[in-house]
T-cell receptor, first 109, second 116 residues
Framework: KNEVEQSPQNLTAQEGEFITINCSYS?????LHWLQQHPGGGIVSLFM?????KKHGRLIATINIQEKHSSLHITASHPRDSAVYIC???????????WGAGTKLIIKP | DTGVSQDPRHKITKRGQNVTFRCDPI?????LYWYRQTLGQGPEFLTY????????KSRLLSDRFSAERPKGSFSTLEIQRTEQGDSAMYLC??????????????FGPGTRLTVL
């Protein structure tokens, strides 16, 4: 079992739909990242959170430390949101990030 | 500051050749990380520097791979005798830490290596 699990693996939706991507982890963490990667592109950090909720534009990220679960929401989705969304966790005791496999999101116009 | 930069962005080489990639971190960042991402997979940790010291290496980093950060600023990742299995995106990230706690990593655009 991977230490960081994402669901769904693939998601196709229509423009305007509300999108939710989930991340569950099994280790104690210091922080959780949500990152975005466009096809053939580098990685862009969207959020780093260790508790609660963060919002940036149409993106919302939440984390529940007790349940070891985080969600990334996209409101009013747009085709330009099409990308791979990756969850990764960081720990004090281990400097490297532990990565989920990513969720490939396609938003159709 | 323009963030983390990597050079080259793309590299195509023939099997058996040596390649070297460069990463320039955000200037005040003392930590630098290398990751590898193969097609359809999430990134995998390769190695990590605190200033010029290489503190951790993944078992993925075979003896054909070597990384340096000679002055605690930019870093190079060299792959000797490349194999087709080395084809991947090589990602660099940097962060600032003042005490051992986890800090946010900022990523470069990556170098895509294709070994023919």
């Amino acid at each position: 079992k991977n230490e960081v699990e994402q669901s769904p693996q693939n998601l196709t939706a229509q423009e305007g739909e509300f999108i939710t991507i989930n991340c569950s982890y099994s280790v104690g963490i210091s922080a959780l990242h949500w990152l975005q990667q466009h096809p053939g592109g580098g990685i862009v950090s969207l959020f780093m959170l260790s508790s609660g909720k963060k919002k940036h534009g149409r993106l919302i990220a939440t984390i529940n430390i007790q349940e070891k679960h985080s969600s990334l929401h996209i409101t009013a989705s747009h085709p330009r949101d099409s990308a791979v969304y990756i969850c990764a966790v960081g720990m004090d005791s281990n400097y490297q990030l532990i990565w989920g496999a990513g969720t490939k999101l396609i938003i159709k116009p | 500051d323009t963030g983390v930069s990597q050079d080259p962005r793309h590299k195509i080489t023939k099997r058996g050749q040596n390649v070297t990639f460069r990463c320039d971190p955000i200037s005040e960042h003392n930590r630098l990380y290398w990751y590898r991402q193969t097609l359809g997979q999430g990134p995998e940790f390769l190695t990590y520097f605190q200033n010029e010291a290489q503190l951790e290496k993944s078992r993925l980093l075979s003896d054909r791979f070597s990384a340096e950060r000679p002055k605690g600023s930019f870093s190079t990742l060299e792959i000797q005798r490349t194999e087709q299995g080395d084809s991947a995106m090589y990602l660099c990230a940097s962060s600032f830490s003042a005490g051992g706690l986890y800090n946010e990593q900022f990523f470069g655009p990556g170098t895509r290596l294709t070994v023919l």
